[in-house]
């Protein structure tokens, strides 16, 4: 039996959080909500998971300054982590690549082209990077 794979959610906004938590869930992974910045950088360290979405704009610790903590633990490097965010301009996709996010999720979300990017990324990570 296949281990059930971990994304962790940072998303200030609850009914944002709530709706990518029930997707997620209904889809067979175990999720990890965080409020904000600070709190998601505690549970990444805390529940190491397979993945994490990151919204860009949140309170005391913005989806850049979390990023830029995770790519700097050398534990935590590798781990895809893609942004979610109302920036969803071609050039706004850009700059989330170029800052080190592995992927940009434009909102409102798309489920069936988040399901694919996250299939793909949780993929990349089995087979090696």
């Known amino acids: 039996m296949a281990e059930t794979k971990k994304i962790l959610i940072a998303e200030d906004d609850p009914a944002s959080r709530e709706l990518l938590l029930e997707v997620l869930e209904s889809l067979g ?14 549970k990444v360290s805390e529940t190491c998971p397979d993945l994490v979405l990151l919204d860009i704009q949140m309170p005391i610790l913005d989806g850049f300054a979390v990023l830029r903590q995770i790519r700097q633990d050398p534990r935590l490097a590798a781990l ?18 170029l800052a080190g996010f592995d992927a940009h999720i434009a909102k409102p979300i798309d489920v069936t082209g988040l399901r694919l990017q996250i299939e793909h990324y949780l993929r990349t990570k089995v087979n090696g990077r």
């Open 29 to 42: 992974y175990e999720v990890i909500p965080a409020c904000n910045g600070a709190e998601a950088l505690q």
């Open 80 to 97: 895809p982590v893609m942004a979610l965010t109302a920036y969803a301009m071609k050039e706004d996709q850009g700059r989330m690549l």
